[in-house]
């Protein structure tokens, strides 16, 4: 199962980001079709209450994914730079250790959501009508937290360790197992959400299996260890995990502010819209982990490129690295953002019917909602950059404008100022206000002038 070794030191920047990037980036539509083709299922065999059932279960299970993705990413930053350093042994450790936090953080999460579903999906801003959908949903969908959560970290160490064919392919069988499983349980079974998430949880652990056995057996720098349960050993996990916390922090919150998008434009569809309202932002949502993937798959593609060099002290080699992924991260916006402004009534009729009425609210709504995708790229792109660097304030202080500080703020203002237009405005208004700051930041810093990519002095 060994894949030729990647030489991070020497490569070409562009070959080496190629031989990462599209594998990554197949592999996570992959994972985006896992929850897409759900939302196919379902909204031809439940109907849009049932699309609007899942979407609002989603912003607790993308928060848990940040978990994951978090831990994914700040592991995967320290064991590249182990690796520089030619520390193997602490890179096996980190990948570990990263697991071993995220299988607690699973059991316990989804412990507690099969324990209470109805108060979850209160919590969550379920309606009467739907309570029974997302309740259903949240039950049978809780097994897949732990495989998703591993999945989460082992495609970091995958790609890390030389193997982004492979990452891909966890992904990729996922997605398959999925599709049948959904056809099955949705149609013949009749079985509903309920089975749309069960068929969820077992295709997630078929992908999970493949990863961590890799690890487990295959892997050569990256491959789990044994670790000791004495006094001093646990101060060091903790210790590395809280480092690993850190720098994936940027990483979290980016997985928030898609759980805060979809928790905040289910409550305020809900208040101008009602139901069908809810149902039509389900559907841009089911689209919108294509575009945050695609954003993800530059950046952790780029990632262990940026640091490895960072940690050899390679300064041009990082920038030449970051100009490849904005380059990247630009033509990918375009192309997102073309297919939701011209091709609307296209991408609503794969899940409803085009007279639906959440149909024709979603069609009314697409080409505004889309016009943002180029900066919502770009601004993940430029987050993942100085979390390689280890540069966690910067990561953070843009992660957070993008959630947080300007996306709500959009949501509660823009529906009062141009209504229903306003509500598919808020994602674009607020990642366009991200990208003007991270513009400022750059030019108070001097840097656009002379290196617009990157800051030198951490390399000092």
């Known amino acids: 199962m060994g894949e030729q070794v990647i030489d991070f030191r020497n490569g070409k920047i562009t070959v080496l980001f190629k031989q990462l990037f599209f594998p990554t980036v197949l592999g996570m539509l992959s994972m985006s079709a896992v929850t897409t083709i759900d939302g196919i299922f379902v909204g031809h065999g439940v109907g849009s209450d049932g699309i609007a059932a899942v979407n609002i279960c989603v912003p607790l299970l993308m928060g848990l994914m940040g978990v994951g993705l978090m831990m994914g990413s700040g592991c995967s930053v320290m064991a590249s730079i182990y690796l520089s350093q030619g520390k193997r042994l602490l890179a096996r450790i980190g990948v570990t250790q990263a697991l071993l936090f995220v299988t607690l953080i699973s059991l316990i999460a989804g412990g507690g959501v099969m324990v209470f579903p109805e108060r979850v999906a209160r919590l969550l801003g379920a309606s009467e009508l739907l309570m029974p959908m997302v309740v259903d949903y949240l039950v049978w969908f ?95 996990w903790i210790r590395n995990t809280v480092a690993q916390c850190k720098i994936g922090l940027s990483t979290l919150f980016g997985e928030m502010t898609m759980a805060l998008l979809l928790f905040v434009g289910n409550h305020v569809f809900m208040h101008y819209l009602g139901d069908e309202g809810v149902g039509a932002f389900g559907l841009s949502c089911y689209f919108l982990p294509f575009v945050f993937m695609i954003g993800n798959a530059i950046a952790q593609s780029v990632q262990p490129i940026i640091s490895y060099n960072f940690g050899t002290g390679s300064r041009e080699r990082v920038h030449t690295a970051l100009r490849v992924s904005v380059m990247a991260a630009v033509g990918c916006g375009v192309v997102s953002t073309a297919g939701f402004v011209f091709l609307p009534e296209v991408l609503v009729g794969v899940f409803l019917p085009l007279d639906d009425a959440a149909a024709r609210i979603a069609i009314d709504g697409f080409p505004y909602y889309g016009v943002g995708f180029v900066f919502f790229i770009l601004n993940l792109t430029i987050i993942g950059y100085y979390q390689s660097i280890e540069r966690i304030k910067p990561a953070i202080t843009f992660a957070m404008l993008r959630g947080l500080f300007f996306l709500v703020p959009c949501f509660v203002v823009l529906p009062k100022v141009a209504g229903v237009t306003g509500i598919w405005l808020a994602l674009p208004v607020s990642e366009i206000l991200t990208s003007l700051c991270m513009v400022v930041m750059l030019w108070k810093q001097s840097l656009l002038p002379h290196s617009p990519y990157g800051n030198t002095h951490v390399f000092e």
Do not use: H, Q
Request: with cysteine; hydrophobic share 65%.
């Open 142 to 236: 809780a097994p897949s937290l732990l495989f998703e959560l591993w999945m989460a970290v082992a495609l970091f160490a995958l790609r890390l360790d030389g193997a982004p064919k492979l990452a891909m392919w966890c992904n990729v069988i996922a997605a398959v197992v999925n599709i049948l499983l959904d056809w099955l349980f949705i149609f013949p079974f009749g079985w509903g959400v309920r089975g749309a998430a069960l068929a969820t949880s077992v295709s997630c652990l078929a992908g999970a299996a493949v990863a961590v056995v890799y690890l487990g057996v295959f892997a050569r720098n990256t491959r789990l260890c044994v670790l000791r349960l004495n006094r001093k050993d646990c101060l060091l």
